[in-house]
């Protein structure tokens, strides 16, 4: 069974930086595509970046250069490394699995979500 726990999230002033975590169990990252989407109040869920199983990456055009997912794979967590926050940020962020490549997965599986509140 699939379980995805994210924690790191809280407020930080525009500027500033916070790292997310995903703690997963159940998934052998050969298999899955991973992701971290969010979602601000009265808006619709973004994906922001996914990581396939052979490592590569993509990003949302709006968090380009700002932030950087990544994963262990011996602690099986996956990472979001959020810099320079704006305001626009804030929402609640969710990390997803999903078997197959990223371009074609249907995300089957999700935490819990963090919230993160940027200031300005």
């Known amino acids: 069974q699939v379980s995805l726990v994210e924690s790191g999230g809280g407020s930080v002033q525009a500027g500033g930086s916070l790292r997310l975590s995903c703690a997963t169990s159940?998934?052998?990252?050969?298999?899955?595509?991973l992701a971290w989407f969010r979602q601000a109040p009265g808006k619709e869920r973004e994906k922001v970046a996914t990581?396939?199983?052979?490592?590569?990456?993509k990003y949302t055009d709006s968090v380009k250069g700002r932030f950087t997912i990544s994963q262990d794979n011996a602690k099986n967590t996956l990472y979001l490394q959020m810099t320079v926050l704006k305001p626009e940020d804030t929402a609640m962020y969710y990390c997803?699995?999903?078997?197959?490549?990223?371009?074609?997965?249907?995300?089957?599986?999700w935490g819990q979500g963090t919230q993160v509140t940027v200031s300005s």
């Open positions: 159940g998934t052998t990252y050969s298999d899955y595509c």
């Open positions: 997803a699995a999903g078997l197959g490549y990223c371009v074609v997965t249907k995300f089957a599986y």
């Open positions: 990581v396939d199983s052979d490592g590569s990456t």
